[in-house]
């Protein structure tokens, strides 16, 4: 289905009735199909007619393999219609899921989503939200007779707690014409669909320019906080980097970026939130953008500074052993290039989730001074050292950080590949991804995998 150069749009089912509308037009030179949940038609209820509407887009996405892109401003399913509402939107949300890992779908909420459309936000790749967006499964009134808590739709709901506390949202849009342009942002660095390779951009930034910066922004001491997102600019092509759910488990970084024009995926951890551990919600954060660089063929660069997982009785008893599970699955079943470098620590189980040589990555790096072991010294020394004196503990600590901490100990077992200059280490990325293009991985015969949920 080409579109002419004129921007023409061929509309789907143009003379269905209701509050959703599709077409195949293009956006920011790529061609996409477009759905619209108009809130202003009957508050966007969705009929069986609008749900009808809303799978035909995502069937022609599936089969054609064009992205989806859908503006959604719905109340929920039409009262009115009674029982096919329910079973119109079923359908819908089977479409959806269809398409998932097939092509890159982005939903834009410009208004409320309420019930059954909050939960296909669910399902989409990436949720960008407007200001005067709100979106939940069982509103304030709802909510005040179950709990007696009186909320309003902004604090229930509203952009910024979801961009804060849920996590449901990739990116926070001042308003649609903005959405649109960050889902344009976003779509420059996916391909169309799961055949076809990311996009490749322009660039003058030479893949052999020296970064000495990017070491210059770690503090001499182990424990001294940074920015990663600064290490990022200094590595990636222009400094350029787009960044999502950066409030949302902010102790990890996930963003795109390009190495010589080459999109590819970002995990980081964040020293400038809890020091960079691990916990429950930055497990699920990384997990899912994994996964979904996975899905689209987009290489995977890990920037590894923790210091383990967080540790605490809440944690564990809401499931850090099934959350952190996730990200282990997530790296564990990657096929596309995996490239990791060790900036400062890694230590014990982060060590391992944080996509180490063992996980199977294709090329494992470390800055001079990282420190890779179980723990670090102090911990090792209160752990074997309960009743040493000062001065032993002293020496204690000394000798575990010569004998163990350096990276070199690890490279000489085989567990990195290699232990590389701050300055050199975008050339050495750059050059991976040139060498691992052409990658591929026989899959497994098995339909569908068990993941950690």
Known sequence: ???????????????????????????????????????????????????????????????????????????????????????????????????????????????????????????????????????????????ADFTGVLMDNEELGGPDTHARYTGAVSVVAVDLPDAIAIAEQLLAYLPSNNDEEPPLWQTADSPDRRTPEAGDLIPPSSTGSYDVRNVIRALADDGDLLELRARWASNVVTSFATFDGRPVGIV??????????????????????????????????????????????????????????????????????RICVVLRKSYGGAYIVMDSKRMGNDLCLAWPWAELAVMGAGQAAAILQRRATPEERAEFEADYSERLLNPYIAAERGYIDGVVEPADTRREICGALAVLVNKRETLSASQHDNSPL
């Open 268 to 337: 980081a951890n964040q020293p400038l939130s809890l020091a960079g551990t691990l916990d429950i919600p930055a497990s699920q954060k990384a997990a899912r953008f994994v996964s979904f660089c996975d899905a689209f063929n987009l290489p995977i660069l890990t920037l590894v500074d923790t210091p383990g997982f967080y540790p605490g009785k809440d944690l564990e008893w809401r499931g850090m052993i099934r959350h952190g599970a996730q990200l282990v699955f997530a790296y564990g079943r990657s096929t596309v290039p």
């Open 1 to 143: 289905m080409p579109l002419n150069e004129d921007n023409s749009r061929v509309a789907l089912r143009s003379h269905v009735p209701g509050a959703a509308s599709a077409d195949v037009r293009t956006l920011g030179g790529r061609t996409v199909v477009w759905l619209d949940v108009d809130s202003s038609v009957r508050k966007g209820a969705l009929s069986s007619e609008a749900s009808s509407m809303i799978a035909a887009a995502a069937v022609t996405a599936r089969t054609k393999g064009y992205p989806l892109v859908a503006v959604m401003g719905s109340s929920g399913a039409d009262l009115t219609e009674g029982f096919s509402a329910l079973h119109g939107w079923g359908l819908a949300a089977r479409a959806l899921t269809d398409c998932s890992g097939v092509v890159p779908t982005i939903m834009i909420v410009d208004g409320p989503a309420v019930s059954g459309p909050a939960l296909l936000l669910g399902i989409a790749d990436h949720v960008i939200m407007t200001g005067s967006a709100y979106a939940f499964v069982s509103g304030p009134t709802m909510v």
